[in-house]
């Protein structure tokens, strides 16, 4: 992975850390993936796959703009126009990690 991704859990449960250029990445997660990561992983996944060349989605916090090669994170709520862009691949592999680790402390 190219990115160092960290969890934590606390008392609010587990929360995400990642590098600031993807800063977008964690406010999605915790925002808006939360448990729920195959709506998310199946649009990155078709565009992936060749099915669809560009998807967008939007969440409670944040919008993606999915290409072939990378993704756009747009933070729904920032003043500044937050947004990062990410490879499509490694945001598919962070959320995999994150539905991971959050199905884990649930069992």
């Not at 199946?42 to 796959?49: A, E, F, G, P, T």
Request: negative net charge.
């Amino acid at each position: 992975m190219k990115y160092e991704i960290k969890f934590r859990e606390n008392e609010r449960g587990i929360e995400v850390e990642v590098p600031d250029a993807i800063s977008a990445v964690a406010i999605l997660l915790m925002g808006d993936v939360q448990s729920n990561s195959q709506p998310w992983l199946k649009l990155i996944n078709k565009v992936i796959r060749g099915e669809s060349n560009y998807e967008e989605c939007t969440g409670n916090n944040c919008t993606l703009e999915i290409n072939q090669d990378t993704t756009k994170i747009l933070d729904n709520y920032s003043e500044e126009e937050d947004e990062c862009v990410i490879e499509t691949n490694e945001l598919k592999k962070i959320i995999e990690l994150w539905a991971e680790k959050i199905n884990s402390t649930v069992e």
